[in-house]
């Protein structure tokens, strides 16, 4: 059997494909393997040229795959897509990533650090946290104005304005409507 020098793998969940080819082109390894035997087969595997597709958790076996001294390079998957033969399906998809990693004008994507994905993974929370906020003042404002009661669009206004609608007797609210508009203040910005 010939020395694999660039190895496609599809990553998925429980199982993964690898379509690996020699120095010359030729198909020297097809495999499918689970999730727990992957490390193993690397770990034995002589270094090679590893290409992953730049999807969930590829960092995460770029990392695991470069410890056993392999070459891991991750590919956007737009840059993949052209090279698929046929039907899409794992082994095809393993097969495209091959072939796109043996590609000399390739762009990759570079392979991130853990530090680098906990401060990836910071800003995507903070952001969707930001969002959820926004869409919940959002639905309050529209609310309060079925009540007749218009607020400013900046969330200070409605910061503001939340704690004095739901205690003010004189308000346009009922008091069914002052309990539920007070959780969803207490939810969004605590009891301040």
């Known amino acids: 059997m010939s020395h694999t020098s660039i190895i496609g793998l599809d990553t998925a969940k429980n199982v993964f494909q690898i379509h690996g080819v020699d120095s010359t082109g030729k198909v020297s390894l097809r495999k499918r393997l689970r999730r727990g035997q992957l490390t193993d087969f690397f ?4 270094e090679c040229v590893v290409g992953l597709e730049a999807t969930q958790g590829a960092h995460y076996w770029a990392r695991v795959l470069g410890t056993f ?5 991750l590919v956007a998957p737009q840059f993949v897509k052209p090279y698929l033969k046929s039907q899409k399906n794992d082994a095809n998809d393993a ?17 991130k650090t853990v ?10 929370v903070r952001s969707r946290l930001i969002g959820c906020r926004t ?3 959002n639905q309050v404002r529209g609310l309060l104005a079925e009540y007749g009661i218009v607020l400013p669009q900046h969330l200070s206004y409605l910061k503001k304005a939340l704690p004095q609608l739901t205690q003010d007797a ?4 009922s008091d069914f409507a002052k309990r539920i508009f007070n959780e969803l203040r207490v939810a969004s910005y605590g009891r301040d």
Do not use: W, Y
């Not at 770990?43 to 002589?46: D, I, S, V």
């Not at 001294?69 to 390079?73: A, F, L």
């Not at 495209?96 to 043996?102: D, K, L, Q």
């Open 43 to 46: 770990a034995n595997l002589p």
């Open 69 to 73: 001294g392999h070459t891991v390079r």
């Open 135 to 137: 869409q919940l003042s």
């Open 170 to 173: 004189e308000t346009r609210l």
């Open 95 to 111: 097969a495209a990533i091959c072939e796109a990693v043996g590609r000399p004008h390739m762009h990759f994507v570079p392979g």
């Open 115 to 124: 530090e680098q994905q906990d401060l990836q993974a910071l800003h995507r």
